[in-house]
């Protein structure tokens, strides 16, 4: 009996794999919850994958239909065409294509980091059609105080270096090993986001995700701007910061972003950056906790 409760255990979370064509390149998402729930559309952070949401997602798919992307350049998508670059308007462009194919006029938005850059940045471009919003870890995009902003565009538009070739991988427990210490995120929590970045290849396993992903933009928004987007918000909004804050999300300038969002719900959790993969139960409470009635 008990080998059969933990059969459908399994069966409960495992996703479903979907593909999803765009004019312009093909995404991947991992889908977990019917068809009839209300869709949540999940960003993942930099350098991740949809892998992010393995834990998190299937104890919110009783209550919605998660389907977490795979960004451009990210997981199992497409990755940009040559010459192109990875740009913040490009990724929002992206997600509402996305909705598009999907058939979704209105859905919810949870984003991780990045993604929850670019959530802010489709519910200020769609407000009409954003439900709700939850962010972890993220408000806007990366923004430009003016400190760099010469260095970085010229560092951005120089001549680019030969690539060095992608690390060869002996196995997967190795990349996770290689990612855990890059990160700091644990082994066991980074492997759901590691097997979903790598490919097989002779030999091994290499990264699959776009090496242009590492390069610096050479632009970036002045924060007057990224304060001005965020004001175009209309939705329910609720942001989840890790206790203490991270390196990169410092409080004042977090502070200057929350107070652009109107009605903006602010809670702390102590843990890490991947709070979601830290403590996805904990987690799944703060979204259920805030899925009240929209506005």
Do not use: C
């Not at 949540?40 to 997602?57: C, K, S």
């Not at 997981?75 to 997600?95: E, I, K, L, P, S």
Request: aromatic letters at 6%; hydrophobic letters at 45%; glycine letters at 8%.
């Amino acid at each position: 009996m008990a080998d059969i409760r933990q059969r459908r255990r399994r069966r409960v979370i495992e996703p479903r794999e979907r593909r999803i064509a765009l004019p312009h390149l093909t995404l991947a998402a991992q889908v977990w919850g019917d068809d009839a729930l209300p869709p949540l559309l999940a960003l993942h952070g930099w350098l991740d994958n949809a892998g992010t949401y393995a834990l998190l997602a299937p104890l919110l798919a009783t209550r919605f239909q998660v389907i977490a992307l795979d960004l451009p350049g990210h997981g199992h998508a497409d990755h940009m065409a040559a010459g192109a670059q990875y740009h913040y308007v490009d990724y929002v462009r992206t997600v509402l294509a996305a909705a598009d194919a999907l058939g979704l006029d209105r859905y919810s938005l949870l984003g991780h980091s990045l993604g929850a850059g670019i959530a802010s940045l489709v519910a200020a471009a769609a407000p009409s059609r954003i439900e709700r919003l939850w962010l972890v870890e993220g408000l806007g995009p990366l923004g430009d105080d003016g400190t760099r902003t010469l260095q970085r565009f010229r560092e951005a538009l120089a001549q680019e270096q030969p690539r060095k070739p992608l690390r060869l991988f002996r196995s997967i427990d190795q990349a996770v090993d290689a990612r855990q210490i890059a990160s700091g995120l644990r082994g066991d929590l980074a492997r759901p986001i590691v097997t979903r970045s790598l490919a097989e290849v002779d030999g091994g396993w290499r990264w699959r995700s776009d090496p242009r992903l590492t390069r610096s933009s050479a632009t970036r928004l002045a924060e007057s701007q990224v304060h001005a987007l965020l004001q175009g918000i209309a939705s329910p909004t609720t942001l989840l910061l890790a206790q203490p804050s991270t390196s990169y999300l410092p409080t004042a300038l977090m502070q200057a972003r929350i107070d652009s969002v109107d009605g903006i719900v602010v809670s702390h959790m102590d843990g890490g950056h991947h709070l979601h993969l830290e403590h996805p139960a904990a987690v799944a409470t703060w979204i259920k906790a805030e899925n009240g009635p929209a506005r």
